[in-house]
């Protein structure tokens, strides 16, 4: 393995890793310490903010990450005809589900809790955001899947 790919092996694994974990923080620990009041308006707005900035720059590194482990490990037969490239095709299809739900998710809880206050927009927003923790659990049941190599 080349210094090239070990780095994208790497960023792609621990970015990928401290985006689930984020999701998975926010829904488990941040909407409920929200809704019980423990944390404001301001403070979750900051926070959702900086979970939809952390999806959006996500998107750039696993389009150049995945992109290049894809590019250099697999071939058309490979991805659409082994169990291991039917793995990358769904952490692929995981990928842009979880994208559009966070974002849509964010925007909901952004726009709901500057229009109609806190517990109204975590109301709204709360079902889409244990959506993308399905997802989260789901992308990281995939690659360890992957990360196993058992998968031919």
């Known amino acids: 393995m080349s210094t090239v790919d070990i780095v994208m092996w790497s960023l792609h694994t621990i970015f990928a890793g401290v985006w689930t974990g984020s999701i998975l923080f926010f829904v488990g620990a941040v909407l409920p310490a929200t809704t019980a009041g423990t944390i404001g308006r301001v403070a979750l707005v900051s926070m959702v903010t900086k979970l939809r900035w952390l999806t959006r720059i996500g998107a750039v590194v696993f389009v150049a ?3 290049h482990m ?5 071939t058309a037969d490979s991805l659409f005809g082994t169990g291991r490239g039917h793995l990358v095709l ?6 842009f589900i979880l994208t559009a739900v966070v974002e849509i998710g964010g925007a909901r809880l952004e726009s709901g809790a500057e229009d109609d206050g806190v517990d109204s927009a975590i109301e709204q927003s709360r079902p889409i955001f244990v959506i993308a923790a399905v997802l989260s659990v789901l992308l990281l049941i995939d690659a360890g899947l992957l990360a196993s190599g058992q998968i031919i």
């Open 65 to 67: 990450t995945g992109g």
């Open 70 to 74: 894809a590019g250099t490990r697999y």
């Open 90 to 95: 769904t952490m692929l299809v995981l990928w």
